[in-house]
Structure formats: C-alpha cells, structure tokens
C-alpha cells in the first residue's frame, strides 16, 4: 500500500479515536487475557487449550467493554457470544483473537463481515475509482490480539494487538499495524517535549506525616 493511503487511513482513525482510548484498549485486551488464563488453570491437558480459547473470548469481550466505557465509545451491552461493538466519532470498533496470525478467523463472524460493509468508501483511499469519491462517513475498524497458538509459549497475553480496517467483504486487510506503533502516530510532527505543568500534591495525611518528621 502506498504510504500516501496509509497515512491517509492512519489520520482518520486518529481523527476519530482518542489516543487515550486506544491506551484503555490495549491495557483491558492485555487483562482480559492474562484472566482468560487464570480461570483456566486446573482443568485437564485435553481441554486447557479449548479452555483458554472460550475463556479469552468472554473475559477480554469484558475488558473491551470496560476500556470503551471509560473511553466513551458507548459499547453494546454483554450478552452471550453476540460482538462488543463500540462507536467512536464516525468509527464503529470490535475486536477477535487470532492464533499465529490466522486472520481468516475473524471472517467467520456473519456480524463482522455486516461490519466491514461499511468500509466501501474507505476503500477508495487504497483504490481511487472512475467515478466521483465518496463521501466517507462511517468506517470499521477491528481490534486484533494475535497469540502464539501454542500453551507452552507467551499464553498469557496477545503477542501482538492490532489496529485493523479490512475491506467490505472481509477478504483482506486495507489497513493493519501494532497498536503500540499506532499510537506513536499522535505525537508525529512534534518538535519539543510540552512541559510537566503538573505540581505534585501529598494528601492530607501524608503531608501531615511528613511535616512532624521535618520538625
């Protein structure tokens, strides 16, 4: 992809989600793994894998959940094994887990794949069509931790989450990268560090503390 398209996808995404709120997601998918794992342990070498699997899905679906609240992105609620979908701007977000990069996993969902329909005007960032441009007013992009595939290897968190947008149909991927190298974007362009205006406070007690031992 040329890095003009990149760019272009990169500063709407930016245009629309807070970094801040990218922060609260990486954080909430990395918990909701390491959970995933904990309420695991104990069950049988036959079923641990599987076990993990079904439990990555719910505890990270709640962490997501946790990371779009406090990030304002107004999820759908908790129900069963039905997407977290969150709203941001004019950016619908979800996410899926994947084993060594299998991304096919993510096309399996018939609700995914009604998401990414609403990528046909982002599109022509990659693939400038014959006719007028579109206006782009709504886009999906996916959250995608990639884990090792393997229990005895880093099971205990995503070896890599994802900022992803694929097409409409699903099929590939227009826009991917680590979402630690995403959020690097935000601070692109800027010359100087801005000063910490913060002025420390000790509360109440401890300032208390601290003054009797001083005297």
Avoid at 177 to 206: H, I, N, W
Wanted: proline share 7%.
């Amino acid at each position: 992809m040329p890095q003009s398209s990149r760019k272009a996808i990169a500063e709407l995404i930016m245009q629309n989600l807070p970094r801040d709120l990218l922060l609260g997601i990486e954080e909430g998918l990395n918990v909701g793994a390491a959970r995933a794992l904990s309420a695991a342990k104990g069950m049988h070498t036959g079923h641990v894998k599987h076990a993990v699997g079904q439990m990555r899905s719910f505890h990270m679906n709640e962490t997501f959940n946790d990371a779009l609240i406090a990030g304002g992105a107004n999820p759908t609620p908790i129900k069963g094994n039905s997407l977290v979908i969150g709203r941001s701007g004019m950016l619908t977000l979800s996410r899926f887990n994947v084993s060594a990069r299998t991304w096919n996993n993510g096309r399996r969902s018939a609700m995914r794949r009604q998401l990414a329909q609403a990528n046909q005007a982002i599109e022509q960032l990659v693939q400038p069509g014959l006719f007028s441009p579109m206006p782009i007013t709504e886009a999906t992009v996916f959250f995608v931790a990639s884990f090792s595939g393997s229990m005895s290897f880093e099971p205990e968190a995503p070896q890599t989450i994802y900022i992803a947008v694929p097409d409409k149909n699903m099929k590939s991927w227009i826009f991917q990268e680590p979402l630690d190298s995403f959020c690097s974007r935000y601070f692109e362009g800027e010359s100087t560090v801005q000063p910490d205006m913060a002025q420390p406070k000790l509360k109440p007690a401890v300032a208390a503390e601290t003054r009797k031992n001083q005297s």
